[in-house]
T-cell receptor, first 116, second 114 residues
Framework: DTGVSQDPRHKITKRGQNVTFRCDPI?????LYWYRQTLGQGPEFLTY????????KSRLLSDRFSAERPKGSFSTLEIQRTEQGDSAMYLC??????????????FGPGTRLLVL | AQSVTQLGSHVSVSEGALVLLRCNYS??????LFWYVQYPNQGLQLLLK??????LVKGINGFEAEFKKSETSFHLTKPSAHMSDAAEYFC????????????FGGGTRLMVKP
C-alpha cells in the first residue's frame, strides 16, 4: 500500500491553457474523489467515481472541468481554458466501498495549480 | 443540506496546554463526522471519525472528539499540546450521499508556542 499519489505536485500555466492532473488511488480502492481547496479554505467536493463510472458530476465548477477514470484505476482531471480563479490545490482521495459500511477516504498530497 | 462551521480560524496554545478546536455541523440525517489534519504542502490525514458508534471517539496522536447531538457539535481536544501538533485542522461531515462526499469546514490553524 503506497497511498494515493498525484502528479504533478505543482503546475504553473498561463491563462487560457489546458491542464491535466493525474491521480493514482490505493490499489484495491473502488471509489475515487476529486476535491478543490483554495487558499485559506477547506476542500470542496467536485466529483467521484465508483470503479469507472462517474456517479456525481453536478458539482464540477463549470463545463471547463472534466474527469475520467477509464479503466477504474487511475483518474485524470482536466481544466480547459484555465482562468486565474482556477488557481488552487486539487486533491484526490480514494476509498474502498463495501456494502453500506461507511468507508474512510484517504487523500493524496494534491496538485497545486497556479494560473498566471 | 450538510454544512460545517469551525469557530476560530486561528488558535494559539502553549506547549503542554489543552487543545480545543470547535466544530458545529448541520445535517438533515444522522451524520458521519471527521477530523482531518493538514501539514504544510501536504494532503489531509484522518485523525478520527464518528460513524454512529460510541459518542467519544479516540484518534491518532492523542486526539479525541465527542459527538453531541443536542449541540450539533463535534469538538476536537487533546490534553497536552506538542510542537508537532502545529498544523491546519479540518472538520468534515457526510450524510452518506453522493458516494459519501465530504463537506469540510473552513479549517482552524493551530499554533503551538514553546
Amino acid at each position: 500500500d503506497t497511498g494515493v499519489s498525484q502528479d504533478p505536485r505543482h503546475k504553473i500555466t498561463k491563462r487560457g491553457q489546458n491542464v491535466t492532473f493525474r491521480c493514482d488511488p490505493i490499489s484495491e480502492h473502488n471509489r475515487l474523489y476529486w476535491y478543490r481547496q483554495t487558499l485559506g479554505q477547506g476542500p470542496e467536493f467536485l466529483t467521484y467515481f465508483q470503479n469507472e463510472a462517474q456517479l456525481e458530476k453536478s458539482r464540477l465548477l463549470s463545463d471547463r472541468f472534466s474527469a475520467e477514470r477509464p479503466k477504474g484505476s487511475f483518474s485524470t482531471l482536466e481544466i480547459q481554458r484555465t482562468e486565474q480563479g482556477d488557481s488552487a490545490m486539487y486533491l484526490c482521495a480514494s476509498s474502498l466501498s463495501i456494502g453500506t459500511k461507511f468507508e474512510t477516504q484517504y487523500f493524496g498530497p494534491g496538485t497545486r495549480l497556479l494560473v498566471l | 443540506a450538510q454544512s460545517v462551521t469551525q469557530l476560530g480560524s486561528h488558535v494559539s496554545v502553549s506547549e503542554g496546554a489543552l487543545v480545543l478546536l470547535r466544530c458545529n455541523y448541520s445535517s438533515s440525517v444522522p451524520p458521519y463526522l471527521f477530523w482531518y489534519v493538514q501539514y504544510p504542502n501536504q494532503g489531509l490525514q484522518l485523525l478520527l471519525k464518528y460513524t454512529s458508534a460510541a459518542t467519544l471517539v479516540k484518534g491518532i496522536n492523542g486526539f479525541e472528539a465527542e459527538f453531541k447531538k443536542s449541540e450539533t457539535s463535534f469538538h476536537l481536544t487533546k490534553p497536552s499540546a506538542h510542537m508537532s501538533d502545529a498544523a491546519e485542522y479540518f472538520c468534515a461531515v457526510s450524510e452518506g450521499n453522493a458516494g459519501n462526499m465530504l463537506t469540510f469546514g473552513g479549517g482552524t490553524r493551530l499554533m503551538v508556542k514553546p
